[in-house]
């Protein structure tokens, strides 16, 4: 079912991310949110949901570097390298956020965390194996819905910056 985000009888993305369509004029993007009655926490459940590569989800999971919440950007088939991570920040150590500090940070609850329209404004990383598909899907906001968009225009929105930092295979 394919849901606008700016429905009279409620938002098919959460309200702030729709807000944030709108401020950097995406609108026919807040007009392409799916919304789903069962939720799409995980990336798994997002692909199955709608009949897509796992690799053509984007995650959005938020990291602290010595203590400092940031964002990474992974194409759901993959996995962060914290290694990788950390040689990429230049901290003494990445640790994965707790709930609390990922709603704190983004206003989202995990598994529905966008890649841009957050609360606070924090460093993002973007990996590059997002570029493997012309479109990737994303959360827009909620554990129920997910929006489309080619990979670049994603990253260049969540003001991001391309790095390699997924587990190498192997």
Do not use: N
Not at 102 to 107: F, H, I, N, S
């Amino acid at each position: 079912m394919t849901t606008s985000a700016t429905d009279t009888e409620g938002s098919a993305a959460h309200p702030r991310f729709a807000e944030a369509l709108r401020e950097m004029g995406l609108e026919d993007v807040a007009g392409q949110v799916r919304r789903f009655p069962e939720a799409t926490r995980t990336a798994a459940e997002a692909a199955a949901a709608l009949g897509c590569e796992l690799s053509q989800i984007c995650k959005s999971l938020i990291f602290a570097a010595d203590g400092e919440p940031f964002l990474v950007l992974m194409d759901g088939a993959s996995r962060v390298d914290l290694d990788r991570v950390r040689e990429e920040l230049g901290a003494d150590r990445v640790t994965r956020a707790k709930a609390d500090v990922v709603r704190e940070t983004t206003g989202y609850a995990i598994g529905g965390v966008p890649p841009f329209g957050h609360r606070t404004r924090t460093r993002v990383l973007a990996d590059r194996s997002l570029l493997t598909h012309p479109v990737i899907w994303a959360a827009a906001g909620t554990p129920y819905t997910v929006f489309p968009m080619p990979p670049k225009d994603l990253i260049v929105h969540a003001g991001a910056t391309l790095v390699d930092v997924r587990e190498r295979e192997g």
